[in-house]
Structures are given as structure tokens and as C-alpha cells.
């Protein structure tokens, strides 16, 4: 079970990403972009990504849904840009 202070921790992180989303906004017309839709719930998402050779060098995002959706967005953009260890997987083709 989470504790309370790790569960407000948990809450100010998705707070501040909802009202200042980091890396929100599309990419120039070199991105590959796809698109995502979950005919469930109307989530919407486009993920925009420049690549230099199999690493990721620009990802960005666009899009509309329920609030654990939109919240979550900018925290894993965040997660897939940060420097990766020699064990991490590649990058998909």
C-alpha cells in the first residue's frame, strides 16, 4: 500500500505536469508522428519524434482525454528522453 507522503508526492508530480506539460506542442515537418485513440474512453494522443540515428533526439505530444491520461503524458515524454544506460534497449524501427 502507498504510504500518504508518497501518495501526495504522487499528486503534486501530476499537478504540476497537467498545468506546465513538458514537452507539449508539435514537432517540425521532419518528426515522424503517430496517433493513438482509445474509442473507450476518447483519449486522443500524437506523439511526434526526430530521431539521430536510433536514439530519440526530439519527442513531443499532442492530444485530448480523461485527466490520469493527460497528466501522465508529460511525465513519460520526460522518462523516454532521458539519458539511457548502455543496457537499455534500442529504438524501435
Avoid: W
Avoid at 485527466?67 to 534497449?89: E, G
Wanted: aromatic content about 6%; hydrophobic content about 30%.
Amino acid at each position: 500500500m502507498i504510504g500518504a507522503d508518497l501518495r501526495q508526492l504522487y499528486q503534486e508530480v501530476l499537478i504540476d505536469h497537467a498545468k506546465r506539460p513538458r514537452n507539449f506542442g508539435e514537432l517540425g515537418p521532419e518528426a515522424i508522428s503517430v496517433e493513438g485513440y482509445n474509442p473507450l474512453c476518447g483519449d486522443r494522443i500524437r506523439i511526434y519524434v526526430t530521431r539521430d540515428g536510433g536514439s530519440i533526439r526530439e519527442l513531443s505530444f499532442t492530444g485530448s482525454g480523461c485527466a490520469i491520461s493527460t497528466r501522465s503524458r508529460s511525465p513519460c515524454s520526460r522518462l523516454l528522453l532521458a539519458p539511457r544506460s548502455s543496457c537499455s534497449p534500442p529504438l524501435c524501427s
